[in-house]
């Protein structure tokens, strides 16, 4: 089945600094890639996807990459905020959602 | 709207009881899964429905039962509590077909085992 591998598991930056948040996946029929945020004792919530048709996507301050020959995709913030902070996890699926199996997550802290 | 319903939102249980965590849904989507949260671990996939009448597997589904009578409801099954599944449970859903693939969370069940 899939795995799927995050790094760092902390990550702190000074506002206004870029953080970003790398994952590995192993199986290469995985064709959707979606990002999660999740802040203290919330649920967690999509923040920007990918599909494995499109090599990069931006969103405003967020911005995320696939490299599908490498099972490798990443997720990078710009300008970084307090409000920023949470637990972001990357996830992988076929089939547009069906049976996503997530990384174990990466807490960012933001110093003001 | 109500989205996504979990019930109930806080349990305490004993080794060895047994349990129900509900999910309703009112958004007529097709796809319905738990997953537990545990620190450092991420959301693990417990077990998934397709749709009524359809359940498989996920990555730790040993220790649940599942069944999906109807598009609404997914329950969630623990037959006999152990310590090991002391966790946070979110159901999640998704229309699948009709959809971008984005999984649509319930607020969570955080559950204790004694």
């Known amino acids: 089945g899939e795995n799927v591998e995050q ?4 990550l702190s930056v000074q506002e206004g600094d870029s953080a970003v ?7 290469s029929a995985s064709n959707y890639f979606p990002w999660y945020k999740q802040e ?4 967690p919530q999509l923040i920007i996807d990918i599909r494995s048709n499109v090599g990069e996507k931006k969103d405003q301050r967020i911005a995320v990459t696939l490299n599908k020959t490498a099972k490798h995709f990443s997720l990078h913030i710009t300008e970084t905020q307090p409000e920023d902070s949470a637990v972001y996890f990357c996830a992988a ?13 990466t807490r960012l802290f933001v110093k003001a | 709207n109500a989205g996504v319903t979990q019930t109930p939102k806080f349990q305490v249980l004993k080794t060895g009881q047994s349990m129900t965590l509900q999910c309703a849904q009112d958004m007529n989507h097709e796809y319905m899964s738990w997953y537990r949260q545990d620190p450092g671990m991420g959301l693990r996939l417990i077990h998934y ?5 359809i359940t498989d597997q996920g990555e730790v589904p040993n220790g649940y039962n599942v069944s999906r009578s109807t ?3 997914f329950p969630l099954r623990l037959l006999s ?8 449970y979110f159901c999640a859903t998704t229309p ?9 969370f319930g607020e969570g069940s955080r559950l204790t085992v004694l």
């Open chain 2, 49 to 53: 429905s397709v749709g009524a009448g």
């Open chain 2, 96 to 104: 699948t077909e009709r959809g971008t693939g984005e999984l649509f």
């Open chain 1, 7 to 10: 790094h760092p598991s902390t």
């Open chain 1, 21 to 27: 948040i790398k994952c590995t996946y192993s199986d």
């Open chain 2, 71 to 73: 598009t609404e409801d």
């Open chain 1, 40 to 43: 203290l004792g919330k649920r």
């Open chain 1, 93 to 105: 699926s076929e089939d547009g959602g069906f049976k996503t199996i997530f990384g174990a997550g």
């Open chain 2, 81 to 88: 509590a152990a310590p090991s599944q002391t966790s946070v």
